[in-house]
């Protein structure tokens, strides 16, 4: 399966923001933006130009698949499946987005980042209502309960990652129990329930093309 395998520091000099892909390095002055706060590459303290229209677009779709760690194929998916079904276009994606089993993961505290949380996935460390669950972009429904299987909860990982999620609130679309590795679907998040800085309505404009 394709996959992202450089540096993710490079994706947020590439936007211009932090995209906190890193978990507690995000916080710190070891952020590669802070040090480095142009795009990467020979020519990137050069890239001034203000950009309009069609490259903010662009720039916004490719700034939210970073983010959730989604491949160009998949998140044509997701918009495709948002476009027919009922409700606003992008918030139905992010909707979509949101209910990834990677993302639960990390909203419940259990990685430190949405990639740490998809390789707790995919190393079948996860059930869901009593199943083990180990594809990454598994949608969760309500009521749906997510847990750390019995063998897995002695991973130092899970540890630091609940040390690091003590200082953050859990959505309010989530119920979520840290000390026993779990928690629950209690709705569908709403858009003021997802905090990320995507201008939604800019993807939709852009594949409505």
């Not at 009521?143 to 040390?163: M, P, Q, Y």
Request: glycine share 8%; hydrophobic share 35%.
């Amino acid at each position: 399966m394709a996959r992202y395998k450089d540096p993710v520091c490079r994706l947020c000099r590439r936007e211009g923001m932090k995209l906190f892909l890193k978990g507690p390095k995000c916080f710190t002055d070891k952020c590669a933006l802070e040090k480095r706060n142009f795009a990467p590459g020979q020519h990137g303290k050069d890239r001034r130009a203000k950009i309009v229209g069609y490259g903010l677009q662009l720039r916004e779709k490719q700034k939210t698949k970073r983010m959730y760690f989604v491949l160009e194929s998949q998140f044509r998916t997701y918009y495709e499946t948002a476009s027919r079904k009922t409700g606003v276009t992008g918030e139905v994606l992010l909707q979509q987005l949101e209910r990834r089993l990677d993302n639960v993961v990390f909203r419940l505290g259990f990685g430190i980042s949405r990639r740490q949380a998809r390789q707790l996935v995919r190393h079948g460390h996860i059930a869901v209502n009593g199943r083990k669950v180990n594809i990454p972009s598994f949608q969760v429904k309500v009521n749906d309960e997510i847990v750390i299987r019995e063998g897995s909860k002695k991973l130092v990982i899970l540890e630091s990652a609940k040390d690091f999620a003590a200082h953050q609130g859990a959505p309010t679309w989530l119920e979520v129990d840290r000390d026993n590795y779990k928690g629950r679907v209690l709705a569908l998040p709403k858009r003021e329930d997802i905090n990320v800085p995507v201008n939604e309505q800019l993807i939709v404009e852009l594949y409505s093309k």
